[in-house]
């Protein structure tokens, strides 16, 4: 009778071909259902229901019933490697089909004669967790990385722990300089009797090595003198892993390359260094770029930039940037256009050190003021860290403002400094992480009587996957649920709020402050009802962001400000705004739609205001 059923079985999986066909033009296919018994162990249950190609395929793939038996067959071996993986050694897994056993000769012809709903059963029994015995590290391996080889004798002998401490062990030994060291497969031996799994790994080392000579190829346009101080390597300095794909990554991070592999050679040279190759492709020299943004307080806008991302062969980058704004607003003569020159030269004088300058032009027409300026700056900026970066520099402003009737020139100069944090992971969808920026701008105005001043800002936010918030593990994130909260500061000193140019004061208001309010509206206002700025802010909001699918999401919010000319403003004078907004995810950034509207009362305020642009609010 076995030697029967070995035969019947390898039969129908020699002609497996031809009895899928014929199941596939079958009059009907084999329906059925699956019920999976609870283990009592929730991990065990969740990775056998997501790893059954019974429930993942029924629907998107209906079978007749000999398919149905091969799939069933192909569960129970799938399951029982899950569970040797988690370290159950003598479980078992029992299979019927229609109360029958898989390997029952009879299945077949029972469902083939009654084309009913089969009912498909599953029982686990994982039996007991099995420990680690022997565990050896075999070599002559330095005690840093033997120190990260974490397993030990009693420990649960999952697969997924015997790996990663071997994983751990080669990384320590390459990060220690043995760049071709080598990790054998895993000896294991399973003892039943014990209920223990021994394992031994045997490790060579091979020589400790520093980075040889980095030939570079792929260029085209781009200089190699750029590309090897961008890098930052030196021959003759220790081999890391970590430092190869930090400074593969900074490379990249100035835009003129498509992408960059490091590849480490297989044999060290005559001086015992280990030579690298760069491989490199460069991204198209120009980029156009078109966007747009529309509120109901201020209308369309409409922006448009082209950069040359390799003006001089070093990655220099020229932008050039244009924009119209409150196109539905304002009539054609009152729109407000700004044009914007900048060229940004890299790795000036010394690596992560960058020169900006800049030249513009605005043309505004805002219920503040109107503004005709033209603008000048040139500005170091310096990358610290990953997380820390600095600017300052010196800019130039000459203006024309009319407020309130009065119009008005001034001629600033300027020193603006900011200092900036971001450990965020994602510059354009942040799930987790906080963005810090301090800026600090003395200011005269060159020719006047009119006293100097100091403009401070500070502005954070911050970004929890609640996810990580409420399982307490920090692996564990699946960004789709994310709390979003920013507050800003500032204040300027030096000078009355009136003695101030009105194009320096603080304003609140709008799809970038206070949801729900004009733009402007919030502070004080002048004579005749118009908003004059004031020399202190406070900014506060907090959004709560779903995803729904892959493509869309909701967000709820609450924004709040205010603006004082008399010092710190207080709480009773906070304008607040809610609303809800819809998100529609592209490579790019989302496409944000708000619907906001005013809790505090405020005269002139419509009840509801609705935002559109890339991005999210902050």
Same mark, same amino acid.
Request: charge should be negative.
């Given at each position: 009778?076995?030697?029967?059923?070995?035969?019947?079985?390898?039969?129908?999986?020699?002609?497996?071909?031809l009895?899928?066909?014929?199941?596939a033009?079958?009059?009907?296919?084999?329906?059925?259902h699956?019920?999976?018994a609870?283990?009592?162990?929730?991990?065990?249950?969740?990775l056998?229901?997501?790893?059954?190609?019974?429930?993942?395929?029924?629907?998107?793939?209906?079978?007749?019933?000999? #398919?149905?038996?091969?799939?069933?067959?192909?569960?129970?071996?799938?399951?029982?490697?899950?569970?040797?993986?988690?370290?159950?050694?003598?479980?078992?897994?029992?299979?019927?089909?229609?109360?029958?056993?898989? @390997?029952?000769?009879?299945?077949?012809?029972?469902?083939?004669?009654?084309?009913?709903?089969?009912?498909?059963?599953?029982?686990?029994?994982?039996?007991?967790?099995?420990?680690?015995?022997?565990?050896?590290?075999?070599?002559a391996?330095?005690?840093?990385?033997?120190?990260a080889?974490?397993?030990?004798?009693?420990?649960?002998?999952?697969?997924a722990?015997?790996?990663?401490?071997?994983?751990a062990?080669?990384?320590?030994?390459?990060?220690?300089?043995?760049?071709?060291?080598?990790?054998?497969?895993?000896d294991?031996?399973? @003892?039943?009797?014990?209920?223990?799994?021994?394992?031994?790994?045997?490790?060579e =080392?091979?020589?400790?090595?520093?980075?040889?000579?980095?030939?570079?190829?792929?260029?085209?346009?781009?200089?190699?003198?750029?590309?090897?101080?961008?890098?930052?390597?030196?021959?003759?300095? =220790?081999?890391s =892993?970590?430092?190869?794909?930090?400074?593969?990554?900074?490379?990249?991070a100035?835009?003129?390359?498509?992408?960059?592999?490091l590849?480490q050679?297989?044999?060290?040279?005559?001086?015992?260094?280990?030579?690298?190759?760069?491989?490199?492709a460069?991204?198209?020299?120009?980029?156009?770029?078109?966007?747009?943004?529309?509120?109901?307080?201020?209308?369309?806008?409409?922006?448009?930039?082209?950069?040359?991302?390799?003006?001089?062969?070093?990655?220099?980058?020229?932008?050039?940037?244009?924009?119209?704004?409150?196109?539905?607003?304002?009539?054609?003569?009152?729109?407000?256009?700004?044009?914007?020159?900048?060229?940004v030269?890299?790795?000036v004088?010394?690596?992560?050190?960058?020169?900006?300058?800049?030249?513009?032009?605005?043309?505004?027409?805002?219920?503040?003021?109107?503004?005709?300026?033209?603008?000048?700056?040139?500005?170091?900026?310096r990358?610290?860290?990953?997380?820390w970066?600095?600017?300052?520099?010196?800019?130039?402003?000459?203006?024309?403002?009319?407020?309130?009737?009065?119009?008005?020139?001034?001629?600033?100069?300027?020193?603006?400094?900011?200092?900036?944090?971001?450990n965020?992971?994602?510059?354009?969808?942040?799930?987790?992480?906080?963005?810090?920026?301090?800026?600090?701008?003395?200011a005269?105005?060159?020719?006047?009587?009119?006293?100097?001043?100091?403009?401070?800002?500070?502005?954070?936010?911050?970004?929890?996957?609640?996810?990580?918030?409420?399982?307490?593990?920090?692996?564990?994130?699946?960004?789709?649920?994310?709390?979003?909260?920013?507050?800003?500061?500032?204040?300027?000193?030096? #000078?009355?709020?009136?003695?101030?140019?009105?194009?320096?004061?603080?304003? #609140?208001?709008?799809?970038?402050?206070?949801?729900?309010?004009?733009?402007?509206?919030?502070?004080?206002?002048?004579?005749?009802?118009?908003?004059?700025?004031?020399?202190?802010?406070?900014?506060?909001?907090?959004?709560?962001?779903?995803?729904?699918?892959?493509?869309?999401?909701?967000?709820?919010?609450?924004?709040a400000?205010t603006?004082?000319?008399?010092?710190?403003?207080?709480?009773?004078?906070?304008?607040?705004?809610?609303?809800l907004?819809?998100?529609?995810?592209?490579?790019?950034?989302?496409?944000?739609?708000?619907?906001?509207?005013?809790?505090?009362?405020?005269h002139?305020?419509?009840?509801?205001?609705?935002?559109?642009?890339i991005?999210? #609010?902050?």
């Amino acid at each position: 009778m076995n030697s029967y059923i070995l035969y019947r079985k390898g039969r129908y999986r020699l002609f497996l071909g031809l009895a899928l066909i014929l199941n596939a033009t079958a009059s009907h296919a084999q329906d059925y259902h699956v019920s999976i018994a609870p283990t009592g162990d929730a991990m065990i249950d969740r990775l056998i229901t997501d790893n059954s190609r019974l429930i993942g395929l029924r629907e998107r793939a209906p079978v007749g019933s000999f #398919a149905l038996v091969t799939r069933a067959e192909a569960d129970a071996t799938r399951f029982i490697e899950i569970l040797n993986g988690l370290g159950y050694y003598a479980a078992k897994v029992q299979v019927q089909v229609a109360g029958h056993a898989v @390997d029952d000769p009879a299945l077949l012809a029972l469902l083939d004669e009654r084309p009913t709903v089969a009912p498909v059963t599953i029982k686990i029994i994982p039996g007991p967790l099995y420990q680690l015995g022997r565990v050896e590290l075999q070599g002559a391996i330095p005690d840093q990385a033997r120190a990260a080889f974490t397993l030990h004798p009693g420990d649960p002998a999952r697969a997924a722990d015997v790996l990663a401490a071997a994983a751990a062990t080669l990384n320590a030994l390459r990060e220690d300089g043995f760049a071709l060291a080598t990790l054998s497969e895993p000896d294991a031996v399973v @003892d039943h009797g014990a209920r223990t799994l021994d394992i031994s790994y045997r490790v060579e =080392p091979g020589p400790r090595v520093t980075l040889g000579a980095i030939e570079v190829t792929g260029l085209t346009r781009l200089r190699e003198d750029a590309v090897r101080r961008r890098l930052g390597l030196t021959p003759g300095e =220790p081999f890391s =892993p970590t430092r190869l794909e930090t400074a593969r990554r900074e490379l990249l991070a100035n835009g003129a390359l498509a992408w960059a592999r490091l590849t480490q050679a297989t044999a060290p040279d005559a001086q015992g260094r280990l030579p690298l190759t760069l491989d490199v492709a460069e991204r198209p020299l120009h980029v156009l770029r078109l966007g747009g943004a529309y509120s109901s307080d201020l209308g369309a806008s409409f922006t448009s930039s082209w950069t040359h991302r390799n003006l001089f062969g070093g990655a220099e980058q020229l932008t050039l940037v244009g924009e119209i704004g409150e196109l539905t607003a304002n009539r054609p003569d009152e729109l407000s256009a700004i044009t914007n020159a900048t060229l940004v030269l890299p790795d000036v004088w010394q690596r992560d050190l960058n020169l900006r300058l800049n030249l513009g032009a605005t043309r505004e027409f805002l219920d503040a003021y109107d503004r005709d300026a033209a603008t000048s700056s040139v500005a170091l900026e310096r990358r610290f860290s990953n997380t820390w970066s600095g600017r300052t520099g010196l800019a130039f402003e000459m203006s024309r403002i009319t407020q309130d009737g009065l119009t008005q020139d001034y001629h600033l100069a300027s020193l603006p400094t900011s200092l900036t944090f971001d450990n965020t992971n994602d510059p354009l969808e942040p799930t987790r992480g906080l963005r810090l920026t301090a800026q600090l701008t003395p200011a005269e105005n060159l020719g006047s009587d009119d006293p100097g001043f100091v403009l401070g800002r500070v502005t954070g936010s911050t970004y929890i996957d609640l996810a990580r918030l409420f399982t307490n593990q920090t692996d564990v994130g699946t960004g789709r649920q994310i709390l979003a909260a920013r507050l800003t500061l500032g204040n300027i000193l030096g #000078a009355k709020s009136g003695d101030i140019p009105p194009d320096w004061r603080f304003y #609140a208001g709008g799809g970038g402050s206070v949801r729900g309010f004009t733009f402007q509206s919030i502070g004080p206002e002048t004579t005749s009802g118009q908003p004059a700025g004031g020399d202190s802010l406070l900014e506060t909001s907090v959004e709560l962001r779903s995803r729904i699918g892959s493509k869309w999401g909701i967000a709820g919010f609450v924004d709040a400000g205010t603006v004082s000319d008399s010092g710190p403003p207080g709480e009773d004078m906070l304008a607040v705004g809610c609303g809800l907004g819809v998100r529609y995810f592209t490579p790019i950034g989302p496409v944000r739609f708000d619907l906001a509207t005013p809790v505090t009362e405020r005269h002139d305020q419509a009840p509801v205001q609705i935002y559109i642009g890339i991005g999210q #609010a902050f």
